[in-house]
């Protein structure tokens, strides 16, 4: 019997096949039961227009045999098997796809549809076989053939016995080396799981002999090894089932079993698509951080299936970064696949997929909010971080989809509220959105910063994740209303005090132009205070950078030396300004007291490190003898 050689092209392909382009060994078996369920489905098609041929599902079947003593595994089905010709065409041509040839001539119906690749798929049997064996007997034929090869040098097609219709292919599994162990690939456990994870919902049964233990008769405390079939797969995936047969327990049981997360899900989303792509998705919002969510060592993704055979373990295309702590699966029989199942085309049908995908989570999202404020604040406390770098991640481009989303500590609420829950409060003279930046609300609702603003009887919104502020600069408005810091230079509140207060200011004038010299360019200037009331001195800021921009900057790895440009801000109301004033006038050394330990205590409020603790301490003293 010759032996013939693959062209030269599938040669290389295989050599490249074998080596490079499927990431995990264990796919092999995935390829081989989909091509196996693919020969099934074209039988279903045959009895669709042949009316001698009666399709009855129970006599399909995909049988998988492990034998450790021959060292091989056998992947059987009852499908529709090839003929001379078919082996050549499909086998000695890697590529030629005789799936897809088959999917092009017959419309899929009911819901099977042809995936296979047949001629690509099948060579990675050779990651883990050193040679591949398959006895075939095509329907309506009266001879089997077998096919056989050892690798990339060629391969052998002779007659063969077989009593049924069908395919079995038979790996003469490789042996063990230092780094590999392919002794797993002969173990029921080890079959049944890679089974479970990329095949579990092949709509045929996928059979299997499992041994087990049971006690043993009359013998007591004594155990016997048994051994019996079982059908390993599911069969019919959630995500097929009408809604309305589902219970929330079935939900929470496959959020369970695809180990999605350790925790219960706050909420899930079930979509059935049917417009310009076809697919079904299940969808869910964890209730608590994964460990690692914020670490580099995350991955997002959605498990991504097509027509019931795991591709993708985590499609991260599926997801955009401000939703990545979604989980779930996406079916779809419009997938394109390249290669194998495993690298998937980027095409149109994973960008409107994807595109879906992101409506329906926002829109669960704002129900959530709407209908089940406990709940939505529970989600938002675990990934509210994420929805707000969202709105600053890529120069605000996503901004207007999250900005209904965020949630920030009221002043008058004591609560979580949304932008439009502030904006809909606001008194009719109230030009912005105000906002206070700090570590905690304890801390804000202290800050001098914040009285004139309390005063007018506006609400402040109270900002204590350090990407807050980052966020709300890209923001810059919510519904024409600009966000104003309480301690930017201007906050755009004009009182009758004020007025009188100009003549004040132009007198101490040479008195503040003094203190700015006294502190040497660690303030941008120093002058009257419009916003405080009872304290006596606080800093602002000009400019867009603020000193809470200025903390989480300089505490960055890359430590970035950034100054706000920080103004000194006096209470000429306060008993401390006539000291000031006194100080000027009779003992300039005293004013250079006075400054200093006014300007470090402005440090302290904003949670700023003071530069010399020992002089702090020494300048106190001084006051105080």
């Known amino acids: 019997m010759a032996m013939k050689e693959f062209k030269a092209e599938s040669k290389r392909l295989l050599e490249m096949m074998i080596n490079s382009i499927y990431t995990q060994r264990e796919i092999f078996l995935r390829e081989l039961i989909s091509n196996a369920s693919d020969a099934i489905d074209k039988i279903y098609y045959k009895a669709l227009t042949d009316d001698q041929l009666v399709f009855n599902k129970d006599d399909?079947?995909?049988?998988?045999?492990?034998?450790?003593?021959?060292?091989?595994?056998?992947?059987?089905?009852?499908?529709?098997?090839?003929?001379?010709?078919?082996?050549?065409?499909?086998?000695?041509?890697?590529?030629?796809?005789?799936?897809?040839?088959?999917?092009?001539?017959?419309?899929?119906?009911?819901?099977?549809?042809?995936?296979?690749?047949?001629?690509?798929?099948?060579?990675?049997?050779?990651?883990?076989?050193?040679?591949?064996?398959?006895?075939?007997?095509?329907?309506?034929?009266?001879?089997?053939?077998?096919?056989?090869?050892?690798?990339?040098?060629?391969?052998?097609?002779?007659?063969?016995?077989?009593?049924?219709?069908?395919?079995?292919?038979?790996?003469?599994?490789?042996?063990?080396?230092?780094?590999?162990?392919?002794?797993?690939?002969?173990?029921?456990?080890?079959?049944?799981?890679?089974?479970k994870k990329y095949s579990d919902f092949i709509r045929y049964p996928i059979k299997m002999d499992v041994t087990g233990h049971r006690p043993k008769e009359g013998a007591d405390g004594e155990f016997e090894e048994y051994s019996e079939e079982q059908t390993v797969n599911s069969m019919v995936p959630i995500w097929r089932k009408n809604k309305g047969e589902l219970t929330e327990e079935d939900y929470v049981n496959f959020y369970n079993e695809k180990r999605y997360g350790f925790d219960k899900p706050l909420t899930h989303v079930h979509i059935k698509a049917d417009g310009a792509v076809v697919y079904n998705a299940i969808l869910f919002i964890p209730e608590h951080t994964p460990f690692d969510y914020y670490t580099k060592e995350y991955e997002k993704g959605l498990e991504l299936y097509s027509n019931g055979v795991l591709i993708m373990e985590k499609c991260g295309d599926l997801l955009p970064d401000y939703f990545s702590f979604v989980k779930g699966m996406v079916d779809s029989e419009d997938l394109s696949l390249n290669i194998s199942r495993e690298m998937l085309q980027h095409d149109r049908q994973?960008?409107?997929?994807?595109?879906?995908?992101?409506?329906?989570?926002?829109?669960?999202?704002?129900?959530?909010?709407?209908?089940?404020?406990?709940?939505?604040?529970?989600?938002?406390?675990?990934?509210?971080?994420?929805?707000?770098?969202?709105?600053?991640?890529?120069?605000?481009?996503?901004?207007?989809?999250?900005?209904?989303?965020?949630?920030?500590?009221?002043?008058?609420?004591?609560?979580?509220?949304?932008?439009?829950?502030?904006?809909?409060?606001?008194?009719?003279?109230?030009?912005?959105?105000?906002?206070?930046?700090?570590?905690?609300?304890?801390?804000?609702?202290?800050?001098?910063?914040?009285?004139?603003?309390?005063?007018?009887?506006?609400?402040?919104?109270?900002?204590?994740?350090?990407?807050?502020?980052?966020?709300?600069?890209?923001?810059?408005?919510?519904?024409?209303?600009?966000?104003?810091?309480?301690?930017?230079?201007?906050?755009?509140?004009?009182?009758?005090?004020?007025?009188?207060?100009?003549?004040?200011?132009?007198?101490?004038k040479e008195l503040f132009e003094e203190m700015k010299n006294i502190l040497s360019g660690k303030v941008k200037e120093v002058k009257a205070s419009k916003r405080l009331k009872s304290h006596p001195v606080c800093l602002s800021t000009e400019g867009d950078l603020s000193i809470e921009m200025e903390k989480v900057l300089k505490a960055m790895p890359s430590g970035q030396d950034i100054q706000a440009d920080k103004v000194l801000e006096i209470n000429i109301h306060h008993e401390v300004f006539q000291s000031l004033k006194d100080a000027y006038d009779k003992d300039r050394e005293k004013l250079g007291l006075y400054t200093n330990l006014l300007y470090n205590q402005a440090l302290l409020i904003e949670g700023l490190p003071i530069q010399d603790p020992v002089e702090f301490t020494n300048d106190i003293c001084k006051i105080m003898v």
Do not use: C
């Open 350 to 508: 994973l960008t409107l997929i994807a595109k879906n995908i992101k409506s329906k989570i926002k829109s669960q999202l704002q129900t959530l909010l709407k209908d089940e404020r406990e709940k939505y604040e529970k989600f938002y406390e675990a990934f509210g971080r994420q929805l707000k770098f969202g709105v600053y991640n890529n120069y605000g481009a996503d901004k207007d989809v999250l900005q209904d989303l965020l949630l920030f500590t009221s002043s008058k609420e004591k609560k979580l509220v949304t932008l439009d829950e502030y904006v809909s409060g606001m008194p009719e003279d109230q030009k912005y959105i105000y906002y206070a930046a700090g570590e905690s609300v304890e801390r804000l609702e202290k800050l001098p910063q914040t009285e004139m603003v309390a005063d007018k009887g506006y609400e402040i919104l109270y900002f204590t994740d350090d990407i807050d502020e980052f966020a709300i600069k890209m923001l810059m408005k919510y519904k024409d209303k600009e966000f104003k810091s309480v301690s930017s230079g201007d906050l755009g509140i004009e009182t009758e005090a004020d007025k009188k207060d100009e003549a004040a200011e132009t007198e101490s």
């Open 60 to 195: 399909y079947y995909i049988r998988i045999t492990p034998d450790k003593e021959a060292r091989t595994l056998t992947i059987s089905d009852t499908g529709i098997g090839m003929t001379q010709e078919e082996l050549e065409n499909n086998l000695g041509v890697i590529a030629k796809s005789g799936s897809l040839a088959f999917k092009n001539e017959n419309e899929a119906k009911d819901g099977h549809n042809i995936i296979g690749q047949f001629g690509v798929g099948f060579y990675s049997a050779f990651m883990v076989a050193d040679r591949v064996t398959v006895i075939t007997k095509a329907l309506g034929s009266d001879t089997a053939y077998k096919w056989e090869s050892a690798g990339a040098d060629g391969y052998t097609i002779e007659p063969a016995a077989k009593d049924t219709v069908g395919t079995e292919i038979v790996l003469k599994i490789k042996e063990n080396t230092e780094e590999d162990n392919y002794d797993e690939f002969l173990e029921d456990y080890r079959l049944r799981t890679i089974i």
